[in-house]
């Protein structure tokens, strides 16, 4: 999904959706994990290196349940807090 980060390719004047969701995610450091990430605050972590891989790396399964566990407002409190 990172292609949809290229604003040359995905100009917001021609795909508006794009960049409803581009400027959600860019308003928090937390919002997004471009694999390879690792070695971060817990629930922003990824190794996966294609999509099939998602449901099987211990970094992103670890996220994923950083994220259930703590919640998305949690998490990125306590990431931004320094408690993980």
């Not at 070695?39 to 970094?59: R, T």
């Not at 407002?73 to 990431?79: I, K, T, Y």
Request: charged share 20%.
């Amino acid at each position: 999904m990172q292609r949809f980060f290229d604003t040359a390719r995905f100009p917001a004047v021609e795909f508006p959706d794009v960049e409803t969701v581009r400027s959600f995610v860019n308003q928090s450091p937390q919002r997004a994990v471009w694999s390879v990430s690792t070695d971060q605050a817990a629930g922003l972590n990824s190794a996966s290196l294609k999509h099939g891989d998602f449901d099987n790396d211990p970094k992103t399964l670890a996220s994923l349940a950083e994220i259930a566990l703590a919640g998305l407002s949690g998490m990125a409190s306590a990431a931004t807090a320094g408690n993980h």
